[in-house]
DNA sequence: ATGTCC
């Protein structure tokens, strides 16, 4: 199906979907990718999807879909749409479940040399201090007084517990906290998952890694966030708000979609379902992804508070959080209220982004001084079989995408694929000989974040890196995992 | 992603 539709090659790394393949389009769709990925890409209905958020009111630019595309939700994953701040919609989908998924990366001042007799043991450690599974509870369990802190402060409400230090809130996207959030717009079942859940990975696809640096493109910049020596060690999380946002994001969307007819909104699926920005349920539902966004950057937090007491309790560290610098947090599926210049002039815009990193440039205002000259980092995740990228925000990213670019590999097999593919045993034997140490709660979960379930993801930040919207400064290749 | 079906 999603070979009927017409794509113009645009150049190298860009391809259009003209807004008159389909009368419901507003604006044509772009999709970033080169041959070999567009030839994945065009194995699921990505491109449909890329076509059917085109048709959203008030969407302004392009319908946006990064290298990493694959289906989702009503948008697809790898998916960025903007729309006017005024007379456009917010769409619950086009965030997505997993409200404020996102990564943060620690800096370490060991070598592979130091670690690498006690990677058995930091693997143990590791696993025993980050609370992990499908339904797992947190690392405390949260007083209503507590949840609303977190709600209202993020990862502020954190570091004032003693989680972390300040410093940590300079290197977090929105200092760890959106301005704005309703807790009275959350339901009290929402309030009751998110109490028992702060301080916990899930499952799915997120991990804690540990990591070597394994190749560095841009020394100034990597020697700019402290992860400039080859064979440095560094941490990643990639963790989101839990059934917390989950149950925010199913929340809205049922009420979106009871509310189609009322607004008059006739979209192409009604996945798509969305309430107009300046409406009551509109601003609601804001003010809610707000309160999951807040507890996703609190829960990172705790959950890095939990690689740094690993790291203390191994090597002896006592000053945890100047030994393990945060470097950044960016999140990767939120709505964010940012401007830019359309045609000529400047307009208020919701972006929305599913699966899909900012990627501020250098000298933009949000970014931290530290980072102001070298451009935002950007967190890229592959796969837990090869490698992950640290990249920086490029000026090409205010003038295509609206601030954005990819997140991550992106699947190239659904889960039940994946299973079906790959065996728990061999996958394990697998990674045992690539000298990636594993800890996993669920093993027949394992199988579906297998490395072949996922693009290259190479490929996918050479694409990125090529079209302008991000630089390529360190590859960085895992050696333990902690998952779900 | 997810108390993977209220």
């Given at each position: ?139 405390r369990v949260l007083s209503r007084d507590e949840m609303q802190s977190v709600m209202l402060q993020g990862a ?100 979106a979609e009871s509310k189609q007819k009322d607004y008059g909104f006739e979209l192409p699926d009604r996945q ?213």
């Amino acid at each position: 199906m999603g070979n009927k539709i017409p794509l113009e090659r645009v150049d190298a790394n860009r391809w259009r979907i003209p807004r008159h393949y389909d009368k419901n389009m507003h604006v044509s769709g772009m999709v970033y990718a080169d041959d070999e990925l567009m030839e994945l890409i065009l194995g699921d209905n990505a491109l449909q999807q890329v076509a059917n958020v085109a048709s959203l009111p008030g969407i302004v630019g392009h319908s946006l879909g990064m290298p990493d595309i694959h289906w989702g939700y009503g948008f697809p994953v790898g998916g960025v749409a903007a729309t006017d701040a005024e007379s456009g919609v917010i769409s619950p989908g086009g965030i997505g479940f997993d409200i404020n998924c996102g990564v943060r990366l620690l800096a370490t001042d060991l070598h592979y040399e130091q670690v690498k007799g006690r990677v058995e043991n930091l693997a143990d450690v590791l696993f025993k201090r980050i609370p992990s599974g499908v339904g797992g509870d947190g690392m405390r369990v949260l007083s209503r007084d507590e949840m609303q802190s977190v709600m209202l402060q993020g990862a502020g409400w954190a570091v004032a517990e003693g989680y972390g230090v300040p410093e940590d809130l300079e290197m977090t996207e929105e200092q760890g906290c959106l301005q704005g959030a309703l807790p009275e717009a959350v339901s009290q079942q929402a309030w009751a998952r998110g109490r028992k859940q702060l301080g916990s990975l899930g499952s799915g696809n997120h991990f804690c890694e540990i990591q070597i640096v394994d190749h560095i493109y841009d020394q100034h910049a990597a020697d700019t966030m402290g992860i400039g020596r080859k064979g440095q060690i560094v941490a990643t999380i990639h963790c989101g708000s839990r059934g917390f946002g989950h149950q925010v994001a199913e929340d809205y969307i049922k009420l979106a979609e009871s509310k189609q007819k009322d607004y008059g909104f006739e979209l192409p699926d009604r996945q798509l379902a969305c309430l107009p920005l300046q409406s009551r349920e509109g601003q609601a539902y804001l003010g809610a992804m707000k309160c999951a966004a807040n507890f996703a950057w609190a829960n990172r937090q705790l959950l890095m508070d939990g690689v740094r007491t690993s790291f203390a309790e191994i090597f002896g560290r006592k000053a945890r959080a100047r030994d393990l610098p945060l470097v950044y947090d960016v999140c990767h599926n939120i709505a964010k209220m940012e401007e830019y210049e359309i045609d000529g002039e400047m307009k208020r815009v919701c972006v929305h982004r599913k699966g899909a990193t900012r990627a501020f440039p250098p000298g933009h205002p949000a970014l931290p001084e530290k980072y102001q000259a070298i451009g935002q980092p950007v967190l890229i995740p592959g796969d837990m079989g090869r490698y992950s990228f640290m990249l920086v925000g490029a000026q090409g990213s205010m003038e295509q995408s609206f601030g954005s670019c990819c997140h991550g590999a992106g699947r190239r097999m659904s889960r039940t694929a994946a299973k079906k593919a790959v065996g728990s045993k061999e996958l394990l034997e697998m990674l045992e000989k690539k000298g990636v140490t594993i800890r996993v709660h669920s093993k027949n979960l394992l199988a579906e974040e297998a490395p072949q379930a996922y693009k290259d993801a190479q490929q996918v930040v050479n694409v990125v890196h090529n079209a302008g919207l991000a630089s390529l400064v360190v590859r960085l290749k895992p050696i333990v995992v902690v998952k779900g």
